[in-house]
């Protein structure tokens, strides 16, 4: 034969023949290297490889542990292989590549069987492993192209040369969609079960498993049939793969399985959405987004969530209340109305309120509640909200009066007065528009009357009033007019529950702080809180306001506070602005300071019988009533330089055997009278009653407040 080719083809043309054929085999070759190179061109490095990272959310924790709010972009919480339960990992691998831990990335056997189906007509789609999943899902589009399945299978062969199976196995099931915005097992396990992966059994793995083909076609909140049917074929998968017996199957595939709410993960998503938000802000300022969103920071607050609820809840019964009451035009009611109609108004127009909680001791935040609704308006009127103060300003000016050796029998002029400014004449009148005369200074805090406070301006001025608000932490700019002791200006309720906690600490003010604790997700410490104490005031001064404004809370224009639910010991005041464009209440435990405000957000009039006692001490007493049981009754101890003196209510002396309304008041060293009463004559009392009073001194009702 040989020698008839050699006879038949002269011997130049076989040599030609044997020339093309390596020269077509060299360019086969080199056709080959360049389109790989081409399609390798701007695949990840080897080095990105090695180091595959999938983004993980941050988890913002309670004070209890419990998960407040998660951030990312990729909703995953990635576990290791050996918290993934058998099954599941059996029902993955019998549907999806059943020869998953024999092939090295491409599965040959598999690609030849569809292309040899799809040419008889037996199309089946789908001939990608594990790995080129991982691989299309971590780097590659899902466009349906012959160059990205190309790129798919080189990507898959250098994973497989870098990782092991059970490494490759891990990342796919962290890495895959598993339908509305989650990514990975466990995130699909809380999502559609509200249960952690491993505490799952079969029947929800499995469902788990068949979700992965189409996600959203097999949702079991929007279509139970078709993901009960998908759970069918993975088990059917399972027993063609040995991986169960046919008594198995039939067991698993008759169990019902209990899906999650899918309406509760939107409920929490509004709980204490402000706080969360404060949160979400600084973890942004100090770490950036990408780390905010796509690293995985663990981050403990100081919210404790019962709290957090009772806030809530007392402040959306009386929120309700007030708008019945009043007949407000635009309602929280009527504005969620509107909304679902589709015509949402371009402004929150409805009644607003906010809510702070703090530990004296320590300034964490326990609870917060910048509005009604967060979905409504952003706008915290908690922590950012800059509002004119009225009386809850007051105390700052009281203190400042104890400390220019006026004390609580100093005996204060209600009489109209007027203060030439400079610019205006300023004359200051009570809420009741009424004049008293002469009252105790203990009286005309608790009362909440204006004049014998403003009063203090001819006497001390505005500088040391000043001076005290900044060493109680207020540092919004205050206006330099008589008016500020009558609480002209404008605070943050954050900064009027940080000064009255420093009553309530002993006169230390303590920075208030939202987080304790934040780490990265593999342990470091990036943040740790300490607590910061200043010593602002003198221990007895800060004793002294707190019996003064135990009064106010008991006696006072805060005595409401006791028949609406807060029993304990306490301290507080109340605070109404002109025209009722704010109504404010602040008080104290020995261990917590609860602030509230109520007004618009554009500040307008509330109405009738808009006042700081009826429109935000009913939630103050309401919410802080169940806090306060629940620590039980606390004394305010009181530090021993306190003086303890029997005077006269009339004069604010020394009282005498002759005086007939005489009550054990306390002072400041030194600053108790020491002349006996004029008015009465006999002979002084002596004695000192050590038994800390908090009886008022004044039996008289309330009817002044600004």
């Not at 093309?20 to 086969?28: E, H, M, T």
């Not at 012959?146 to 798919?152: D, I, M, N, T, Y």
Request: with cysteine.
């Amino acid at each position: 034969m040989t020698a008839w080719l050699q006879r038949t083809i002269p011997r130049r043309w076989v040599q030609r023949l044997l020339a093309l054929c390596l020269l077509v085999f060299a360019g086969a070759v080199a056709g080959s290297f360049v389109l790989l190179n081409k399609l390798s061109s701007d695949l990840p490095s080897l080095e990105r490889l090695r180091n595959i990272q999938p983004s993980e959310k941050t988890v913002i924790f309670a004070a209890t542990g419990d998960t407040l709010r998660e951030f990312y972009t990729q909703n995953r919480t990635v576990v290791p292989l050996e918290r993934i339960p058998p099954h599941l990992l059996d029902a993955v691998i019998a549907t999806e590549d059943r020869r998953f831990y024999d092939h090295y990335g491409i599965d040959l056997k598999r690609i030849v069987k569809i292309v040899l189906d799809n040419v008889f007509g037996r199309g089946r789609p789908g001939a990608s492993t594990l790995t080129m999943q991982l691989a299309r899902n971590l780097w590659l589009t899902p466009e349906k192209t012959l160059s990205r399945k190309f790129r798919e299978m080189i990507l898959a062969v250098q994973i497989e040369q870098i990782y092991t199976k059970d490494e490759i196995l891990a990342m796919y099931l962290n890495q895959i969609y598993l339908g509305r915005g989650t990514y990975g097992v466990q995130a699909a396990a809380q999502l559609y079960f509200g249960r952690d992966l491993q505490d799952l059994g079969p029947a929800e793995t499995s469902m788990i498993a068949g979700l992965i083909q189409l996600p959203e076609r097999y949702n079991p909140f929007l279509y139970p049939d078709a993901a009960y049917r998908r759970r069918a074929t993975v088990l059917q998968a399972m027993l063609v793969a040995g991986k169960l017996t046919s008594a198995q199957a039939t067991q698993i595939g008759a169990t019902e399985v209990t899906i999650a709410d899918p309406d509760a993960a939107a409920a929490e998503a509004g709980f204490a959405a402000y706080f969360v938000e404060e949160v979400r802000k600084h973890l942004e300022r100090t770490y950036g987004v990408d780390r905010l969103y796509t690293d995985g920071l663990r981050v403990w607050t100081t919210l404790v969530p019962r709290y957090q609820t009772w806030l809530e809840d007392a402040a959306q019964e009386h929120m309700l209340a007030l708008e019945m009451e009043a007949g407000y035009a635009v309602t929280k009611a009527r504005y969620d109305s509107l909304s679902a109609a589709g015509q949402r108004p371009e402004k929150v127009e409805y009644l607003q309120c906010a809510g702070l909680l703090q530990d004296v001791r320590t300034g964490a935040i326990l609870a917060m509640l910048g509005g009604r609704d967060f979905a409504d308006s952003k706008w915290n009127n908690a922590w950012q909200a800059l509002r004119q103060p009225g009386s809850i300003f007051k105390p700052v000016v009281y203190l400042t009066a104890l400390q220019h050796n006026y004390h609580p029998a100093s005996i204060l002029l209600d009489t109209p007065f007027v203060v030439d400014t400079g610019s205006s004449l300023w004359r200051p009148k009570n809420f009741s528009n009424r004049f008293q005369g002469p009252v105790s200074l203990r009286y005309a805090l608790s009362r909440s009357i204006n004049t014998p406070t403003a009063k203090f301006y001819l006497d001390f001025g505005l500088q040391p009033v000043l001076d005290n608000a900044a060493r109680l932490g207020i540092t919004s700019p205050l206006p330099r007019v008589p008016a500020l002791l009558l609480g002209a200006g404008e605070l943050t309720l954050r900064e009027v529950v940080g000064a009255y906690a420093t009553f309530a600490n002993h006169g230390v003010r303590v920075e208030q702080h939202l987080i304790t604790r934040v780490e990265s997700l593999d342990g470091e410490v990036l943040e740790q809180t300490r607590i910061r104490q200043y010593e602002v005031l003198d221990p007895a001064e800060a004793y002294l306001m707190t019996h003064l404004l135990h009064t106010a809370l008991r006696e006072g224009t805060g005595q409401s506070a006791r028949w609406r639910g807060f029993t304990k010991t306490g301290a507080g005041k109340t605070g109404t602005t002109n025209e009722s464009t704010n109504a404010w209440f602040c008080g104290y435990t020995p261990s917590y300071c609860g602030g509230i405000w109520v007004g618009f957000d554009e500040p307008q009039p509330m109405g009738h019988n808009a006042t700081g006692a009826h429109h935000a001490l009913p939630i103050w007493a309401k919410f802080m009533g169940r806090v306060a049981d629940e620590k039980g009754d606390e004394p305010f101890v009181r530090p021993p330089a306190i003086v303890e003196k029997r005077v006269c209510l009339f004069s604010g002396l020394l009282a005498t055997s002759a005086c007939d309304s005489t009550a054990v008041e306390v002072f400041l060293p030194g600053t108790f009278p020491q002349s006996v009463c004029d008015v009465h004559g006999a002979e002084a009392h002596d004695r000192s009653d050590r038994t800390t009073s908090f009886d008022a001194l004044d039996k008289l009702s309330p009817d002044d407040e600004f």
